[in-house]
């Protein structure tokens, strides 16, 4: 290994921007990767350490590297709710809609989580709000099993497909009535959803409210003619 390769990998996890200005400015390789292909950009911005984001990128930190896991920057940071390393690293110019082995983009990944600040941010840089990974999950389907409705409203006002499946038929609004979510089944509805939109077994949004004694959810599904 180069120079201060292993201590390089080392500062970023404790946020030690003295010392890895230093590693950098002795010639430190910035680049260097574990046997796991972490390098200190993604132990960086995992660790929510966004002044050591900025000292790496600076020292030519490639953005778009990955792990033996095909996870960058990006997804470490969106996965680990760290907004201000999100924003250091959009300021790279990444690679938005890349996939990690699970088939997630940073974007699913923060809309799993919640992470309401930094899906604006991703979606504000251009991330792909309807990317589907092949098994037809999109960042709507994770956010509305999740019940995160501040990410679904976000998702739907980028102009995500409401109806948009997996491959076994779940729509974001069969999510939402089986759990009850009344407030989520009507912007649901109110964004388009297809209220007989059924499963790949036949149950609909009414079948599976009615099944879990969600009535409200009910009530609103007749409401909006469902069958």
Sequence with gaps: KKKGATQLLLAPQEGHADIVEALIAAGADVNAANAGGTTPLLLASEKGRAAVVAQLLAGGADVNAADQDLAVALHRAAQNGHTEVVERLLDAKPQLNVMNQQGATPLMLASRGGEAEICERLLAAGADVNAANAGGTTPLLLA???????????????????????????????????????EMVERLLKAGAQVNAAHSNGETPLHLASRYGELATVERLITAKAN
């Design 144 to 182: 509305s099993e999740k019940g995160h409705a501040a990410v679904v409203a976000q998702l739907l006002a980028a102009g995500t497909d409401v109806n948009a499946a997996n491959h076994e038929g779940t729509t974001p609004l069969l999510l939402a009535a089986q759990d009850g979510r009344i």
